[in-house]
């Protein structure tokens, strides 16, 4: 069966990381709406002109910019997808249904407090927006992707003042889905602390348990 899942968690809980691994070892598609716009801003698309201050702000991008978004790149991928920083909120969730079934919601839990030292030293490829992390998982070489080579870049919304209005529009906005899941049963909570193995092998055994 091709799965549907969505990966949801605070910014900095591992999402990134864990989709990446998830594509590369079970074959599954990463739709990330956040990749998707940067790339939007990076080369100065209409979507990207509008979407860029809230980015900067760290607020969400309006519903209409990434629902059109995502409804595309749904059509266009095949077999098992897995949906990385949409739904945001309630609206996209529900929207989100309309259009397909989500099989899994895999919800990565992490202390808040870890959180804006996992942002601010998150390192970022440009060219496969593969992620890095200075301390826990620093690139071979400095500066440079362990995967495709490319430059590795900060965010420019993981600076502390931005990460913090994240996680303040995390929880105001994106953990209520917790509850929206819950309720559909489909909701899987991981413990997204510790060694990035391990955590990856929760997830595994959650998707193959499902
Ligand atoms: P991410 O890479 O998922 O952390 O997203 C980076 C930024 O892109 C967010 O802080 C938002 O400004 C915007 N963004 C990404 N996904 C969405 C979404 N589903 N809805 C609204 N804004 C989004």
Redesign the pocket.
Do not use: E, H, I, W
């Given at each position: 069966m091709d799965l549907k899942i969505v990966i949801l968690g605070p910014?900095g809980s591992g999402k990134?990381t864990q989709t990446e691994r998830l594509c590369a070892e079970l074959g599954f598609t990463k739709i990330?709406?956040?990749?998707l716009?940067?790339e939007a801003v990076r080369t100065g698309t209409p979507l990207g002109v509008k979407?860029k201050g809230?980015?900067d702000a760290?607020?969400?991008?309006p519903?209409e910019l990434?629902m059109d978004l995502i409804k595309e790149k749904l059509k266009s991928v095949k077999g098992p997808v897995i949906l990385?920083?949409?739904?945001?909120?309630l609206e996209?969730a529900e929207m989100l249904d309309k259009i397909t079934k989500i099989d899994m919601a895999i919800d990565l839990e992490v202390n808040e407090d870890k959180l804006v030292k996992r942002l601010t030293l998150r390192r970022t490829c440009k060219d496969c927006n593969s992620v890095f992390h200075l301390e826990f998982n620093p690139p071979k070489v400095a500066g440079k992707c362990d995967k495709c080579g490319g430059e590795l870049f900060q965010r420019s919304?993981d600076i502390e003042r931005t990460v913090r209005e994240?996680l303040r529009?995390y929880k105001e906005s994106t953990l209520p889905l917790t509850n929206y899941y819950t309720k559909k049963g489909i909701l899987k909570m991981i413990e997204g602390e510790g060694d990035i193995g391990a955590i990856y092998q929760r997830i595994v055994k959650a998707i193959k348990t499902k």
């Open positions: 910014p990134g990330s709406t956040g990749d716009l940067r979407a809230f980015m760290g607020k969400l991008v519903n990434v990385d920083g949409f739904p945001r909120n996209q919304d994240r529009v």
